[in-house]
């Protein structure tokens, strides 16, 4: 049964590992009766690469251009995570409730939005990816992963890479 944990923040990073972390979060709602709010970070925009930008194509075009790809990213990575979802509780969680209450999708620094998620949804658990690139990527965990460890007042799943 249950030991306190009724909201649980999964983070997904739409990558390989995403499914694996979105299922993990999934199959502890279902073990705890708790509800998953999934969050996808689009990091922020870097001001170095704006700035030539701005100056070819002034600043009201560049931020409109800005606003509306942020809405058209929002609505495809929403529909990608509904989309992942169908596919687990089809393949692994057949007859299972559909425990996703939210799907936020922010812009920011990952690990700030985390940790501000966290707060702000007083969640329980964090359910967390530690994918990393290269050679180290089962030796060490990944960067956003080792920063939110360091802050993080409640309990966190950290789900490894699955090979394919």
Partial sequence: MSNGVKNILCCIAMAPSSKGVLLRSLMEAEAHDAKVHV??????????????????????????????HKEEATMAIKAQILSLKEKI?????????????NIHVYEGDPELEVLNMTDQLKADMVVLGTHTKGITQYTF???????????????????????D
């Fill in 89 to 101: 509780l089809s393949e692994h969680l057949e007859g299972s409730v559909d425990r996703i209450v």
């Fill in 141 to 163: 965990v990944g960067s956003v992963a080792r920063k939110v460890l360091r802050r993080i007042k409640v309990p966190i799943l950290l789900v490894p890479p699955v090979g």
């Fill in 39 to 68: 969050l996808h970070i689009i990091p922020s925009f870097d001001a170095a690469m704006a700035t030539p930008i701005v100056s070819f194509m002034g600043e009201e075009k560049f931020r409109k251009l800005v606003e509306e």
